[in-house]
């Protein structure tokens, strides 16, 4: 006899009214959607598209970037997961700071890492939009953001539910491409190409290893890394979010690292002259000197899927839910807040950041795409993390005065480790980044000053809340 088909049980961080807030995202996911979710939001093969520009700046060690950039980067998931399991509502660090510090805190390290949020989506579509070019000259380059914005706004609005499914068939696809991938890339190499055998040159080269090689690495790994925090948006979609979003966080990323290297290391096996590698171009260039011409126009094919729909996908699902939730509490256009009846997702959110992704992407094509979005993305999620570190330990530590040998380590030293880390790497960008950054704080805080009246009001979700 069949046993009934059981319904999730409710975890206490599914009651979002202890919040001030009513339930009115649909809830269907659990932990492994979770992980997929952030799996694909980071995308298993997302190193390809810059691992060109990788070995040029790293001096052929991006296996050894992404080690690096991973270790850096697990301090902020760290803080992150201690923040899901405390405030398992939707906003991310928006809704982390707001409450571990103050509501107008939490505005301005929103508004931050909105910077991220907003912009990559046109990152990404540059980034297909160019090899769909490639793929098919003389075709378009706009039909390309056109057709995938409309895709991925259309799933957006349908809801939750029809992006996991269309997300499950993209990871056996990239899954597909990977063991491909790396299978042809190793009997290459066994058969005498590229190093003629598995070297260790790409981890390690005596002398090549310092702080300043450090803080490169983590600043250009950020990049491929960026979408963990995207898992935390979900939290009022998913059952028992106090647990599954935070340690879902930290599944994905020990799997993203370890699909990182592998992909990475078997490239640098293949072309090991890193000096003269094509920074727009070295990894298909790798495909084609270890399969040819199918197998670079395979990877690229898997690349403009992969990225054009899932990544850029989950990237619009977590922008959405960010100015859902900050629509919801009045200190962005209330409008932004407002729920589909029948979908319940956030629909009004998710058309205005495809039409804004789509004047970006159309206007950030003319003038260098990816090398002028790329820094901006890492500015706004930087900042916004460094905000978030210091909230662990303001709330934890100083706050409810948690001690221990634990506490010691999750509240006081590994959120500290992580700021220093990210005030490093913050020490890197250029000139125009500092400037369109330091611009945006600018307005975000005149922004925060008018709609709270000079600091004095907080959202009404905040009200008869002890914050």
């Known amino acids: ?51 060109g520009s990788l070995q040029v700046d790293s001096g052929g060690l991006t296996p050894l970037v992404y080690i690096i950039g991973f ?108 063991i491909v991938f790396i299978a042809v890339g190793c009997m290459y190499v066994s058969g005498g190409g590229g190093y003629g055998e598995f070297s260790t040159e790409p981890f390690y080269k005596p002398g090549e290893v310092d702080l300043h090689f450090v803080a490169t690495a983590v600043s250009l790994a950020c990049l491929s890394f960026l979408g963990f925090d995207g898992m935390s948006t979900l939290a009022e ?25 592998a992909q990475t290391y078997v490239a640098a096996l293949i072309l090991p002259d890193w000096a003269n590698t094509d920074p727009d171009m070295g990894f298909f260039d790798a495909c084609y000197a270890a399969g040819g011409l199918l197998l670079q126009n395979f990877m690229l094919v898997i690349n403009i899927v992969a990225i054009g729909i899932a990544n850029i996908m989950n ?32 629909w009004v959110a998710a058309i205005f950041l495809g039409a804004f992704s789509l004047v970006l992407t159309l206007t950030a094509g003319q003038f260098g795409g990816m090398t002028v979005l ?27 005065k948690q001690r221990g040998g634990k506490a010691v380590l999750r509240y006081l030293i590994c959120p500290w480790i992580g700021i220093l880390i990210l005030i490093y790497v913050f020490t890197g960008f250029d000139l125009l980044t500092y400037g369109v950054g330091v611009s945006w704080f600018i307005v975000g805080l005149i922004i925060a000053a008018v709609i709270s009246k000079g600091f004095k009001e907080v959202p009404d979700a905040f009200k008869n809340l002890e914050v």
């Not at 923040?83 to 929103?110: C, D, E, L, T, W």
């Not at 977590?318 to 200190?331: C, I, K, N």
């Open 71 to 178: 270790v850096a980067i697990s301090f902020t998931a760290l803080s992150y997961a201690a923040m899901s399991s405390k405030f398992p509502i939707a906003g991310s660090v928006y809704s982390y700071v707001q409450r571990a510090i103050n509501p107008h805190v939490g505005f301005m390290s929103g508004w931050l890492i909105l910077l991220d949020y907003i912009l990559v989506p046109s990152l990404l579509l540059v980034m297909v939009a160019n090899w769909g070019t490639t793929l098919v000259p003389g075709s378009p380059w706009w039909l390309w953001v056109v057709v995938f914005i409309a895709f991925n706004t259309f799933v957006n609005v349908r809801g939750i539910t029809m992006s996991k499914g269309v997300d499950w068939i993209i990871f056996a696809v990239e899954i597909l491409a990977l």
């Open 374 to 400: 790329a820094p901006m993305v890492n500015f706004g999620a930087l900042a916004s993390f460094i905000v978030l570190n210091f909230g662990v330990f303001w709330y934890f530590w100083c706050k409810e």
């Open 315 to 346: 990237a619009q699902i977590a922008s959405s839910r960010l100015l859902f939730s900050m629509g919801r509490d009045g200190v962005l256009p209330r409008v932004l807040g407002k729920v589909h009846p029948k979908y319940q997702t956030p």
């Open 1 to 51: 006899m069949s046993q009934p088909i059981q319904e999730p049980t409710i975890g206490l961080g599914e009651d979002i009214e202890a919040f001030g807030y009513k339930q009115e995202l649909r809830r269907g996911l659990q932990l492994h959607d979770v992980v997929l979710y952030g799996v694909l939001f980071m995308v298993l093969i997302a190193p390809q598209s810059i691992w």
């Open 237 to 261: 979609e998913t059952y028992k979010p106090e647990k599954n979003i935070g340690k879902g966080i930290l599944i994905a990323l020990c799997i993203m690292i370890v699909v990182f290297v």
